[in-house]
């Protein structure tokens, strides 16, 4: 071996081996055939598919799947027929209305005219040979009068739908299911946000039902370009997720790439958005939050319209938006409707908060410890005095109140809200005054850790705050060990972590880092709405005007 | 101060004519430049001369102000605790990579900038034009010959020799260093202008920071002062990301001498290695001598005379090869 090579092997590069964490085998890991996997078609003998499905189910077990057995008199024949459905999923009203009756009586009644018609005595032609009527068809075009009704060869199809609300009409002789949209299931009305309240605006949120949620987004876009369109993921739940875009706005990639993540997600289950935007955010490692979460269906539509993507995943009030910059976190659904003097002013406050939010408590323990010279004398006699009595070292003293807030909020949160007021004053009693008394803290900590506490409800989106709640503590303990060096350390980690994300190929801090022409962007800084001409240039959509260069047309008749 | 001026402006020209003559190698840098026109050997040769530079710079910056952080802050504590968070620093950054360290920069920078204005207009009161003089130097010499040597202070170009295959688009080359050397210009002017009008001369001897010392007279007012340790944070900052640059280019050079796929892969080791060196107990005369010779005639003799005249011999030798094949 001569030296190159051995040069080069020790430093060529090895890609790093993928972890796999693999389970002991248990007996009840059932391997999965590949016949079960092979999609059945539906049998022509109702009696081998009432047994299929009965298997299927569990019947014996399963309480809630029904399947109603009846006989459909057709022309001179009487053909068995079941009726599939999961009770509670199901409009009992629409199946009586809309399936059966005209199944048993619209099918009686024109039988029954059908044999007046060839009573004696009327003249009538008979004719001799009937022809033979298409069940399939017959039943599809004349019998159930229902807008949403669909033919089905496979129980694949039927059980999701089945699954999702419909009843699946099998008829012996046919190898096929009618599945008849009766969904009828409880849910909760459309009601005020709970976590995104605002003054000025519409007052109404998104709920758990899919079909309510995209209806409320199509309520506001009126338009046929925005496009709903409809996937399943997981194995199991076969949960539906319905990714929305304006077709003439949203950039191809983006809607292509965001249809390729969901697309691709091999999972059993998905129970909500936040489980769906941990599986398809860039960076899953980075606590920071990379994609919008909102329960406002203004919110939403004021993404879409500007090219973002909107998914709506079923069970779940709360709708992502992808892609996502740091600068939407900061900002409110309020901020559109009130008057951007006002707006930038709120901005600028909830800049300041955050500041404080993640730095306040660090910042404390480094002055305190290493940089008392940038207190004022007076100051620092001050806090030397309250601090005088507590037998604890700072660091400790600051970590039994962050930690305690941390309890009281997380106790409030959890309880009822009859408790939740309770749990307020009980926390407001321990940090306001008891732990004062016992001299366990200063009268100045608890005002930083208050204020901190404050300045972390000012921030508008909950998941940034909750990646703030972490990190302060990091800072507190680097403020701790090694004053502002500490502190410069952990902000340049931060930062150099932040700087690394993205969102759907969008940089974490566009239109900052890197910077953009801030005329082609709508920036931090809110322009008035008449300058808000142009769509985000990172976004790269299809058209990248708002309005025209004179929106106020009305202001060039005036003379 | 006309000494400043006139390095600036000659520093511009410099930087023109660097960027005339990239203009012939788009996507190259020094290293790539040196194999074009000296083959393999000056390849190597120049890298090797290059990873010597950026560790040497990289540990005066690093020693000169861990000393201070030391002293200010830390005086019980070792310095290798000191330089500890440095080395953190500079693995995680290497580690997440350049275009993070960028675009970190990219967002301290302003505020360096800012904090320094803000440092020079805090202590306004304090300005003494009587310290400018003699405005015009002590005699033609001293200000243009002698003084063309504090071109030193200038030795931001040295990145422009590596920063082409880094960009994106390589017209933009001209409009990046031209913007970035005026910046760093103003840097270094608004600097030395607020230390030579508070300072006295005799302040030159002083083993702190002299931009410390500036902004421990800076008060607002009766209630706040002795804001200094709000500068130390940023300018922290800044230490941060630019010992993080100095050693992604040093591991940038090393891969492209031994073709290693992923620099990341040796952020450990060199690291380790600048974690030695700054380790290492110079007595004062030595460190001195690093700081003010070593330090001021290797950036001349390397940036501004060796690599432009590697430069221009490529350049030569391009217009040579070019016009040798035309004729066949």
């Given at each position: 071996m001569n030296i190159k090579n051995l040069f080069n092997q020790l430093f060529e590069y090895k890609e790093e081996e993928e972890y796999e964490f693999i389970l002991p085998n248990s007996s009840n890991n059932l391997p999965e055939s590949k016949n079960n996997q092979a999609k059945q078609k539906i049998f022509p003998t109702l009696s081998v598919n009432i047994e299929y499905l009965k298997t299927k189910y569990n019947l014996l077990i399963n309480s809630d799947v029904k399947i109603r057995k009846f006989v459909l008199p057709i022309q001179d024949k009487k053909v068995v027929a079941a009726l599939l459905y999961i009770d509670g999923m199901v409009d009992e009203k629409t199946i009586t209305n809309s399936v059966l009756q005209p199944l048993l009586l619209k099918n009686s009644i024109t039988m029954q005219e059908q044999q007046n018609t060839n009573k004696?005595?009327?003249i009538s032609i008979r004719n001799p040979k009937q022809p033979k009527i298409n069940l399939e068809n017959f039943i599809y075009n004349g019998l159930i009068p229902h807008n949403s009704i669909s033919k089905e060869t496979e129980f694949e199809e039927v059980i999701v739908k089945v699954n999702a609300g419909f009843c699946a009409l099998f008829v012996d002789t046919i190898a096929t299911a009618f599945c008849v949209e009766t969904k009828g299931f409880e849910g909760r009305q459309v009601s005020e946000p709970i976590t995104e309240?605002?003054?000025?605006?519409?007052?109404e949120a998104f709920v758990e039902n899919i079909r309510t949620n995209t209806s409320l987004l199509r309520k506001i876009i009126?338009?046929?370009?925005?496009v709903i369109e409809e996937i399943e993921v997981g194995k199991i739940s076969k949960t539906k997720v319905a990714i929305c875009y304006i077709q003439n706005i949203a950039n191809d990639d983006l809607v292509g790439e965001v249809k390729y993540r969901i697309n691709h997600l091999n999972i059993d289950y998905l129970l909500s958005s936040g489980q769906l935007e941990q599986l398809i955010?860039?960076?899953?490692?980075?606590?920071?939050?990379?994609n919008i979460a909102t329960e406002r269906p203004d919110r939403v539509s004021s993404y879409l319209l500007n090219g973002r993507v909107a998914i709506v995943v079923n069970g779940t009030p709360f709708v992502l938006v992808v892609?996502?910059?740091?600068?939407d976190f900061l900002s409110s659904a309020e901020d559109k409707n009130l008057n951007y003097h006002f707006t930038n002013f709120l901005k600028f406050i909830r800049a300041v908060a955050l500041f404080f939010a993640i730095f306040l408590p660090g910042l404390y323990v480094a002055i305190t410890n290493y940089?008392?010279?940038?207190?004022p004398s007076e100051l620092l006699f001050a806090i030397a005095n309250a601090r005088?009595?507590?037998?604890?070292p700072v660091i400790f003293e600051i970590l039994i109140m962050e930690i305690s807030f941390e309890l009281i909020r997380e106790a409030g949160l959890r309880v009822s809200s009859s408790f939740s007021t309770t749990i307020g004053i009980i926390g407001a009693l321990i940090l306001g005054d008891a732990a004062v008394s016992a001299s366990i803290v200063s009268p100045i900590l608890i005002i930083v850790v208050a204020f901190t506490g404050i300045c972390g409800f000012a921030i508008p989106d909950f998941s940034l705050t909750s990646s703030i709640r972490i990190y302060r503590f990091f800072y507190i303990a680097l403020g701790f060990f090694a004053g502002f060096l500490g502190i410069a350390l952990g902000f340049f980690i931060h930062f150099i972590l932040l700087t690394n994300l993205s969102s759907f190929g969008v940089s974490y801090f566009a239109p900052y880092i890197p910077f953009e022409n801030l005329n082609e962007n709508n920036g931090y800084i809110m322009k008035p709405v008449w300058k808000r001409e142009r769509r985000s240039h990172f976004l790269n959509t299809k058209r990248p005007e708002t309005a025209e260069k004179i929106s106020m047309e009305w202001r060039k008749d005036v003379k | 101060m006309i000494n400043l001026i006139y390095i600036g402006v000659i520093g511009l020209i410099f930087v023109l004519c660097l960027n005339y003559l990239f203009q012939k190698f788009p996507n190259s840098d020094i290293i790539d430049i040196s194999e074009f026109l000296g083959g393999k050997f000056l390849k190597i040769i120049m890298g090797i001369i290059f990873i010597i530079f950026f560790f040497l710079v990289s540990y005066i910056t690093l020693t000169d102000f861990a000393n201070m952080i030391k002293t200010i802050y830390?005086?019980?504590?070792?310095?290798i605790f000191v330089l500890l968070y440095f080395m953190v620093g500079i693995i995680v950054a290497n580690f997440v990579g350049f275009k993070s360290i960028v675009r970190t920069i990219c967002f301290v920078v302003p505020f360096t900038l800012v904090s320094i204005i803000l440092a020079l207009l805090a202590v306004y009161?304090?300005?003494?034009?009587?310290?400018?003089?003699p405005f015009f130097g002590h005699n033609m010499q001293t200000t243009f010959l002698n003084g063309l040597?504090?071109?030193?202070?200038?030795?931001?170009?040295?990145?422009y020799y590596f920063l082409m295959p880094l960009?994106?688009?390589?017209?933009s080359f001209k409009k990046i260093t031209t913007i970035s050397y005026i910046i760093s210009w103003l840097l270094l002017f608004f600097t030395v202008v607020s230390i030579l009008t508070i300072f006295?001369?005799?302040?030159?001897?002083?083993?702190?920071n002299s931009l410390y010392l500036l902004s421990r007279r800076?008060?607002?007012?009766?209630?706040?002062?002795?804001?200094d340790a709000l500068f130390i944070l940023l300018w922290l900052i800044s230490i941060f990301c630019y010992l993080s640059v100095s050693i992604f280019m040093i591991h940038r050079i090393f891969r492209k001498l031994t073709?290693?796929?992923?620099?990341k892969m040796i952020t450990l080791s060199t690291t380790s290695i600048f974690f030695g060196l700054c380790l290492i107990p110079f007595n004062i005369a030595i460190s001195r001598f690093m700081e003010n010779t070593v330090y001021r005639y290797l950036i001349i003799g390397l940036i501004f005379i060796g690599c432009f005249t590697i430069l221009l011999l490529a350049n030569l030798k391009f217009k040579f090869k070019k016009g040798s094949s035309s004729h066949k």
């Open positions: 004696p005595g009327r309240s605002i003054i000025r605006g519409p007052q009126n338009n046929e370009n925005l955010k860039d960076n899953p490692s980075n606590t920071f939050p990379q892609p996502a910059v740091f600068i940089h008392q010279e940038l207190i005088e009595a507590i037998p604890f | 830390f005086d019980k504590s070792p310095l009161n304090e300005f003494s034009l009587d310290k400018f003089s040597l504090n071109i030193f202070s200038l030795y931001i170009v040295t990145y960009l994106k688009d390589s017209f006295p001369i005799t302040n030159d001897t002083e083993p702190l800076i008060e607002l007012g009766d209630f706040l002062k002795s804001l073709n290693i796929t992923d620099e």
